[in-house]
T-cell receptor, first 112, second 112 residues
């Protein structure tokens, strides 16, 4: 059964620590995306990748980093440079854009 | 610069009546539009889409209307059911942009 998996569902970290959010898909999709959801602001694009070993910054990339070493995986690292890291993070993938995205179930990150 | 706007943060509708969710966009290069539905602590799921060459697309209880001259689209749900209570996101993409732009979302509540 194909899908996109984000783990963990809930994550707590102390301020100043880097944290990596996992995103894995077995849909054979080329493109993968990371979005952040904050109340009243919708979904904002952090990073995206069209092919392996290539990725582009989205609208709010500062304080984040990604890698795309495998087609199936697109991990997101929230660094200590991110000013307001507490949010709900969504990973998505797509075969072609006119088919829309398939989203994971999200990771809620809380930094204390 | 919010290219896709959903100006109503929330909407409350009686069960069985019609729900109308609105979305405005500013980028005339957008040529494909999608609606996603999101429950709390879950990823958004694709609902319905429309290409800019059409002005209407229907799928069961869901109909999306596109008015290109007004740069406006709307999602009609009829009849509304309690399970429709969720946050609805409008999204748009332009050919070659390789990414979706989302609105802020509208929280729909269906009252029994």
């Amino acid at each position: 059964d194909g899908g996109i998996t984000q783990s963990p569902k809930y994550l707590f970290r102390k301020e100043g620590q880097n944290v990596t959010l996992s995103c894995e898909q077995n849909l054979n999709h080329d493109a993968m995306y990371w979005y952040r959801q904050d109340p009243g602001q919708g979904l904002r694009l952090i990073y995206y990748s069209q092919i392996v070993n290539d990725f582009q910054k989205g609208d709010i990339a500062e304080g984040y980093s990604v890698s795309r070493e495998k087609k199936e995986s697109f991990p997101l690292t929230v660094t200590s440079a991110q000013k307001n890291p507490t949010a709900f993070y969504l990973c998505a993938s797509s075969l072609q854009l006119n088919y829309g995205y398939t989203f994971g179930s999200g990771t809620r990150l809380t930094v204390v | 610069d919010q290219q896709v706007k959903q100006n109503s943060p929330s909407l409350s509708v009686q069960e069985g009546r019609i729900s109308i969710l609105n979305c405005d966009y500013t980028n005339s290069m957008f040529d494909y539009f999608l609606w996603y539905k999101k429950y709390p602590a879950e990823g958004p799921t694709f609902l319905i889409s429309i290409s800019s060459i059409k002005d209407k697309n229907e799928d069961g209880r869901f109909t999306v209307f596109l008015n290109k001259s007004a740069k406006h689209l709307s999602l009609h749900i009829v009849p509304s059911q309690p399970g429709d209570s969720a946050v609805y996101f409008c999204a748009a993409e332009s050919q070659g942009a390789q990414k979706l732009v989302f609105g802020q979302g509208t929280r729909l509540t269906i009252n029994p």
